[in-house]
Structures are given as structure tokens and as C-alpha cells.
């Protein structure tokens, strides 16, 4: 069976400052997604990573996915107030029809 | 125009009751999800369709129906209510033709209530 870990679970951070999310699968999966939850709200897509290599980024926001160590990272960059919510990092079990989600990544920037 | 639309947002009822969540999506997607998201916020997959068709159904008991009248929707029926069953429940859509690199989007959650 397929795991997703994250790491850390829970992150309390500073403004400005910069940190990264873990996130382990545990199978071979060429497709690896980053989502974003606000309490109460919906799951907004962030990244879609599908090579090894893939590095991708959104404002203060960067991912990049190693196939081989089966490892991705969101790396946060100068952190602000908005970026508070939840990341999940999620991972294609079923070649497009089911995906795998870690246990999701609680920040909060403070300030 | 929401694209991935689900009906009702908030279900309070009681134990033993059967109810019914619905969801459309106007993205043009072939393949629909339903997914649980659980008081610890951990989210896993109940079941896809695609085209209308049953491809994942991941050990959900037999209360659970899902329902694909037509691609665009997938309803969720659910018998005998019991306490564990309260969660959020979300709809999302994708393309999976040619292994699209589309992510899945998904709807606003029913907020489901066993009192």
C-alpha cells in the first residue's frame, strides 16, 4: 500500500522567514500534486510535478519532485500572513483515478 | 459558473437516516471522485467513475451507493447513517484521457453531521 508521509504535521513560522515541507511516497508514481486548504474551504491545486526534476513556482512558493529518492519539497520563500492554511501533498495511485493524499501540513505565519 | 458544484454544503441528521449528497461538474472532465475527509483532516479516496463507469472503489461498506447518471454528475447515497460517518465529503473532477497532467479539482465539501 502506497504512503504519504509530510513533514512536519505542524509549523508555526515567522514572517520573512523561509522553510520547507517534506513530503515521502513510498511506491514509484510519476505524478505528484501540492495542494492548499483554508479552514473551512475547498482544496485549491498549487503544483502538478510529473518528471523527476520538475521544478515548479508560484510566488513565494517553489516545488520540486525527485522521482528516484521519491521525494518532494515545497519550499516557502520570505513567508507572509496569506500563506497560513493547510498543504497537502497528494500522489497518483491509479494512473489518474484515485490519489493518495498526505496527512496535510498545518502553517501558520505569524508576525 | 462554479465549476465543481455540490449539494447541500451542510447535512445534520440522525443516526440510522439515509441521505444523499449531489455533484456536477461543468469542467467537460471524464472521471469524477468522491473523497473523505475526516475530523483529523486526513483526506482518502471512497471512489472514481469515469464515463459513468465504477473504477475505484476503495473498501467502502456497502451503505455507501455512489451514482453516475451521466458524466458530469455522481451522486452519493448513503444508508443507516452511523456516528463515524460524520466528515466532509468532496466531489472532484479530472481528465485522466492520455494521462492528462490536469490536476483534480474539487468542490466546495458537504459538511456531514450524524447527531
Known amino acids: 500500500e502506497l504512503k504519504v508521509e509530510q513533514n512536519p504535521l505542524f509549523l508555526s513560522m515567522q514572517e520573512g522567514k523561509n522553510y520547507t515541507i517534506y513530503c515521502n511516497y513510498s511506491t514509484t508514481s510519476d505524478r505528484l500534486y501540492w495542494y492548499r486548504q483554508d479552514p473551512g474551504k475547498s482544496l485549491e491545486s498549487l503544483f502538478v510535478l510529473l518528471s523527476n526534476g520538475a521544478v515548479k513556482q508560484e510566488g513565494r512558493l517553489m516545488a520540486s519532485l525527485d522521482t528516484k529518492a521519491r521525494l518532494s519539497t515545497l519550499h516557502i520563500t520570505a513567508a507572509v500572513h496569506d500563506l497560513s492554511a493547510t498543504y497537502f501533498c497528494a500522489v497518483d495511485i491509479a494512473s489518474g483515478y484515485a490519489l493518495n493524499f498526505g496527512k496535510g501540513t498545518s502553517l501558520l505565519v505569524t508576525p | 459558473d462554479t465549476a465543481v458544484s455540490q449539494t447541500p454544503k451542510y447535512l445534520v441528521t440522525q443516526m440510522g437516516n439515509d441521505k444523499s449528497i449531489k455533484c456536477e461538474q461543468n469542467?467537460?472532465?471524464?472521471?469524477m471522485y468522491w473523497y473523505k475527509q475526516d475530523s483529523k483532516k486526513f483526506l482518502k479516496i471512497m471512489f472514481s467513475?469515469?464515463?459513468?463507469?465504477?473504477?475505484i472503489n476503495e473498501t467502502v461498506p456497502n451503505r455507501f451507493s455512489p451514482k453516475s447518471p451521466d458524466k458530469a454528475h455522481l451522486n452519493l447515497h448513503i444508508n443507516s447513517l452511523e456516528l463515524g460517518d460524520s466528515a466532509v465529503y468532496f466531489c472532484?473532477?479530472?481528465?485522466?484521457?492520455?494521462?492528462?497532467?490536469?490536476?483534480?479539482?474539487f468542490g466546495d465539501g458537504t459538511r456531514l453531521s450524524i447527531l
Open positions: 472532484a473532477s479530472s481528465n485522466t484521457r492520455g494521462l492528462s497532467n490536469q490536476p483534480q479539482h
Open positions: 469542467l467537460g472532465h471524464d472521471t
Open positions: 467513475y469515469n464515463n459513468k463507469e465504477l473504477i
